[in-house]
T-cell receptor
Framework: NAGVTQTPKFQVLKTGQSMTLQCAQD?????MSWYRQDPGMGLRLIHY???????DQGEVPNGYNVSRSTTEDFPLRLLSAAPSQTSVYFC?????????????????FGDGTRLSIL | QQQVKQSPQSLIVQKGGISIINCAYE??????FPWYQQFPGKGPALLIA?????SEKKEGRFTISFNKSAKQFSLHIMDSQPGDSATYFC???????????FGTGTRLKVLA
């Protein structure tokens, strides 16, 4: 199994350009999510999905769009890149529930996309 | 109320020493507390996790201690090795909200 695969690994964009970060998982996980990692701020949730056709906003959704047409894929779109979106982006997946209280299970992460906006 | 507060931000330990990283939370509905380990250039990977119905969980040199009344949990790395040098994150899934929150991370350096 490949786990969670992210492409590209590195990308440089100019302000105003758009692009799509790809994420695919082969573990049949219902839950998928996107995080950005910035120094001193840990991992912040951008968007997440609990299944095909269902997406919702996380902590920092502005400037990003997502869709979930299949269980396997969860692309992240930057609509008009800004320097503040320079970051490392991680995609993660998991089973949806781990307890009677619900909530996503242990997250399986890809190796990230390092994005620089000039 | 949905935060987990992690400390210290960075930690330097001698080889063979004990590394201790702490996290505090406010939401008593949290019921699953994983720790993640991240090496440079890689994504975080699950290291060990605990539920609040136990006070301690040990896997090899890694131990989670959980204090439910104080709403705190800690990661202890016994006999720390240079290969343990990484960034460690505590985390918690928000029940029924399908959101996962992470601490801000602790960068551990183990000196040879």
């Amino acid at each position: 199994n490949a786990g969670v695969t992210q492409t590209p690994k590195f990308q440089v964009l100019k302000t105003g350009q758009s692009m799509t970060l790809q994420c695919a998982q082969d573990m049949n996980h219902e839950y998928m999510s996107w995080y950005r990692q910035d120094p001193g701020m840990g991992l912040r949730l951008i968007h997440y999905s609990v299944g095909a056709g269902i997406t919702d906003q996380g902590e920092v959704p502005n400037g990003y769009n997502v869709s979930r047409s299949t269980t396997e894929d969860f692309p992240l779109r930057l609509l008009s890149a800004a320097p503040s979106q320079t970051s490392v982006y991680f995609c993660a997946s998991s089973y949806t529930k781990v307890s009677t209280n619900g909530g996503p299970g242990a997250q399986h992460f890809g190796d990230g996309t390092r994005l620089s906006i000039l | 109320q949905q935060q987990v507060k992690q400390s210290p931000q960075s930690l330097i330990v001698q080889k063979g020493g004990i590394s201790i990283i702490n996290c505090a939370y406010e939401n008593t509905a949290f019921d699953y507390f994983p720790w993640y380990q991240q090496f440079p250039g890689k994504g975080p990977a699950l290291l060990i996790a605990i539920r609040p119905d136990v006070s301690e969980k040990k896997e090899g040199r890694f131990t989670i201690s959980f204090n439910k009344s104080a709403k705190q949990f800690s990661l202890h790395i016994m006999d720390s090795q240079p290969g343990d040098s990484a960034t460690y994150f505590c985390a918690a899934p928000i029940p029924r909200a399908y959101k996962y929150i992470f601490g801000t991370g602790t960068r551990l350096k183990v000196l040879a």
